[in-house]
């Protein structure tokens, strides 16, 4: 029997929308050699990160020549993320025991919140998987500050305590965007000094 593919979301409501062809759906002929087709294309931007899933609802019909038309429903669940810091520099200013640390600035600045800023002592390699943001605890890492979105430096002097001589600080960075879509970037990749 031919099939109607149709898709149902908000994302096809919001600014730089998805796109679901055939638009508008149609019956297509649907057979052992040839199947159905329906394309979904999204170019993600900024403004869609978001904490929780968009779901996307997938709906099929076909078109019997005798009997009830069947349907069949499928729902994807896509998670849009803020991509993560990158570092520029690093550097130990042993005359006042601080790291002056340096990034680009963020991606998606105009729409994240804060950039948290997050150390621990000694390296642990970590590339996060998809769909993990944030930074997990099993890493190591403690907060030790945060900045705007826009910003692109900060100094850790250690709460002015100064940091310890020979030990190595590594440092991570995590952008946070607000309420109510919430969401959080993946972590960066990690930056040491010495």
Partial sequence: DSVKIEAFSQV???????????????????????????????????????????????????????????????????????????????????????ANLEWNRYFCANN??????YRRVDSFPFTPPECVTGIPDFLGYSKIGETSATATTFVDTNLRRGLAPGAQYCYRLVAFFPQPRGGESYVSAEICVP
Avoid: M
Avoid at 43 to 51: A, E, G, M, P, W
Avoid at 61 to 75: A, I, Q, S, W
Avoid at 112 to 117: K, L, P, S
């Fill in 112 to 117: 994240a919140q804060r950039i948290e800023v």
């Fill in 12 to 98: 096809f409501i919001l600014p730089s929308p998805a796109r679901f062809t055939p638009d508008p759906p149609r019956f297509q002929t649907s057979n052992p050699s040839r199947d159905a087709v329906g394309t979904f294309r999204w170019q993600t931007t900024c403004d869609h990160v978001k904490d929780q899933p968009y779901q996307i609802v997938f709906k099929i019909t076909d078109n019997p020549r005798t009997g009830p038309r069947l349907v069949e429903f499928k729902t994807w669940n896509v998670r849009v993320v803020g991509p993560a810091p990158k570092w520029k520099s690093a550097q130990l200013n042993l005359a006042t025991r601080s």
